[in-house]
């Protein structure tokens, strides 16, 4: 028999974000796997190690080991005597059989793509935000940059990220890349590497994203000679358009100095209009709930709009947000 001890406060964060990392998986996910010093979650696709500190391998269920999480005090031992795992904080003394299930297969470092701030993953939060549940999240590391595509129901949304070495590429599912999100926000860095999955570290933690190989590169629009157009206005005429219609398509055009939208849904039909810029010209069918989510999150006052071909492109004055809608003709 051997004990362990661990903070109070960083057991619960480890905790919090392997439960976030389990989300609502299947039952045969719902487990949390204490590794050599490691502990782990997965949702069968996404998966994260934290270093813990705690020799030897046992498997206890994710859903008990939260709730003795989220009310420890001080400290928490853990005792391990064979398959029996004894925790104890705060008054509380829990004790567990470690459970038979599949360990999480380990991340493999195998192609350095770059560091990053937290601007990856608000990236990857900013393309996967409007998305649903089919919908894939695509990343390419090419020409020195990252580049994170989502794209659903006509609209596509684009984050560029400078600083990538080499060149690797990946198609990741909709729930998992969430769930990443989700338990990392809030972290500062992150080392980006690819090989069969997606890796990534950010301080104590690991984690993997399971990958479906994409065959080709991405081409980022041509914004050159695009016009600005103030967001708030377009905002305002998609929040109106929303409340009173719902989630729906709606033409947007800006035309003459005038920025105007029309909609409809079953007998109502919808006209709004706002002043723009003479040099504004863009005619296109947009989805209110999705369009609206994403151009919220182009963070600059103005958004510099071009149509090219048969897509109108809206970007921030940077060229590292894009959101990219069918041109209506």
């Not at 004990?3 to 487990?31: C, Y």
């Not at 393309?127 to 649903?132: N, W």
């Not at 190989?213 to 050159?224: F, H, N, Q, V």
């Amino acid at each position: 028999m051997y004990t362990k001890e661990i903070e109070a406060g960083k057991f619960k964060e480890i905790m919090k974000i392997l439960r976030t990392v389990i989300g609502r998986s299947e039952d045969i996910f719902r487990h949390v796997f204490f590794i050599n010093g490691r502990a782990a979650a997965t949702d069968g696709c996404l998966r994260v190690f934290a270093r813990v500190g705690i020799p030897g391998r046992f498997v206890v269920p994710s859903d008990v080991i939260w709730a003795l999480a989220k009310h420890s005090q001080g400290k928490v031992w853990i005792s391990i005597r064979g398959r029996m795992v004894e925790f104890r904080t705060g008054g509380m003394d829990l004790i567990l059989e470690s459970q038979q299930a599949a360990v999480p297969r380990p991340c493999k470092f195998e192609k350095r793509i770059g560091a990053f701030g937290g601007e990856f993953i608000r990236a990857v939060d900013f393309v996967s935000r409007p998305l649903e549940e089919d919908d894939p999240v695509e990343l390419y590391a090419q020409n020195g940059k990252i580049i994170l595509l989502g794209r659903s129901g006509g609209i596509s949304a684009i984050y560029v990220l400078e600083g990538a070495e080499g060149e690797w590429s990946g198609s990741f599912p909709y729930q998992s890349t969430r769930r990443l999100v989700k338990a990392f926000l809030k972290k500062k860095s992150f080392e980006v590497w690819g090989g069969e999955d997606l890796c990534v570290k950010s301080e104590d933690f690991e984690m993997a994203l399971c990958r479906e190989e994409l065959s080709s590169g991405i081409r980022l629009p041509d914004t050159y000679g695009c016009k600005l157009l103030d967001k708030s206005k377009l905002m305002r005429l998609m929040e109106k358009a929303y409340d009173v219609l719902g989630n729906v398509d709606v033409l947007v055009e800006a035309s003459s100095g005038k920025l105007r939208l029309y909609g409809k849904k079953g007998r109502v039909r919808l006209r709004l209009e706002e002043t723009c810029s003479d040099e504004v010209s863009f005619r296109s069918c947009v989805p209110t709930k999705k369009f609206r989510s994403f151009i919220s999150m182009i963070s600059s006052r103005n958004v510099c709009v071009r149509t090219e071909g048969n897509v109108t492109v809206f970007t921030d004055r940077r060229g590292v947000r894009y959101v990219i809608t069918k041109a209506a003709l």
